[in-house]
């Protein structure tokens, strides 16, 4: 069995490129978000799909299947794109690829004309990895392209103490608002406990915590320090757990005086069937808000959710077809033209093809491939 999902974040420093540097875009009379409109936006909760990458079939960017899919987001409904994460593959780090600064670019210049066709707000968060000098440098770019947030990865400081990782937490925060990352440590991730996230809830710009260690107990780590913190009110928590994605977002956390609940979600899952997401999500919160106990279907559905996620993702073969079976979805949708990887060695597992035929054919409900064969020739022009 391949190691799963093998992307270790990358120690090459950017500064070394020999990539050209990009003009930074600029998109006038597009309201950028305050750090208060941020927060406000983000705790009202919304769907943030982690944006794919598109590639033609010699692993170049596909700048056409790229844009479509930003354009497929936005008019889903999505509140915000999270683009350069675990989804959008590590590798586009790496200065030798060079698709940094390029899927960046493209994600917020057609996510920012869809604001303006759509009326509607989306969070463009940018992801952030590697050893301090190349988080900075990915923290700036990610700034002076106008992203609204930077969603901060510690997987390459695998040996770091906890003073040493705030200290980093804290800088980068200082150049962007900061979403704190709990990334499983089965793709690249390390076990984080309470007491550093007790003490990086106090950062002040801290706006959100994706959490996603596929983990009960470390989920409620986060979850409880974030409250011991008194900052329930202004740092939204975003389920990253895409095996316990309903669960998570209609479970209340109640410690002493403090309630705490997931916002939304922030997921590779919702990569996928995202326009379905945005309904699951409001109707979530429509549960939440009437108090009235949840419906035993909604139970079900979290467990139809769970085995989608298990087929997508690969869970059989440890999660080493995550990012192939996004694809697969998507191009059986028309969206991709193809399921390749920067990775040549990333592929479907045995018979994961047939799994996913085997959830989108059992779990109709789940899929919008009516959405999107509306729209696509629209998304694709």
Known sequence: ???????????????????????????????????????????????????????????????????????????????????????????????????????????????????????????????????????????????????????????????????????????????????????????????LGYGF????????????????????????????????????GEIALYTGNDDSIVSDLLAGYRFGETSVHFSGGLLGQWAVWTQKAVELLDEIKTIRSDNTGIPPRMLTLATQLTDANGAIFDARHNFAGCIPGIHDVLRRQGLLENILCVDPDLALSPLQADEITRVSNAYPWLTDDDFVRAHLAEWLD
């Open 1 to 191: 069995m391949r190691d799963a999902c093998p992307h270790p974040e990358l120690n090459v420093p950017l500064e070394h490129s020999n990539t050209p540097p990009l003009p930074i875009p600029h998109f006038p009379n597009i309201p950028m978000f305050s750090l208060p409109t941020l927060r406000a936006h983000l705790l009202s909760g919304h769907v943030i799909p982690a944006h794919p990458l598109a590639l033609t079939a010699d692993r170049m960017l596909d700048e056409r299947r790229q844009r479509a899919l930003t354009r497929y987001y936005a008019d889903a409904g999505a509140g915000g794109i999270a683009v350069a994460v675990h989804t959008t593959q590590f590798e586009i780090h790496r200065p030798d690829v060079g698709l940094f600064k390029p899927v960046l670019r493209l994600a917020i210049e057609t996510a920012r004309a869809c604001e303006t066709r759509t009326k509607r707000p989306l969070a463009m968060i940018a992801g952030i990895i590697g050893t301090p000098g190349q988080a900075l440098w990915e923290a700036k770019t990610a700034a002076a392209f106008g992203y609204d947030a930077g969603m901060l990865s510690l997987g390459a400081m695998r040996d770091a103490g906890t003073e040493e990782l705030l200290a980093h937490c804290r800088r980068i925060a200082a150049v962007i608002p900061l979403v704190g990352f709990y990334l499983q440590p089965a793709v690249g991730g390390r076990v």
């Open 197 to 232: 996230w007790r003490r990086f809830a106090d950062i002040e710009n801290v706006v959100a915590i994706k959490v996603a260690p596929f983990n009960r107990y470390q989920t409620l780590d986060v979850v409880r320090a974030v409250a011991d913190a008194g900052r329930a």
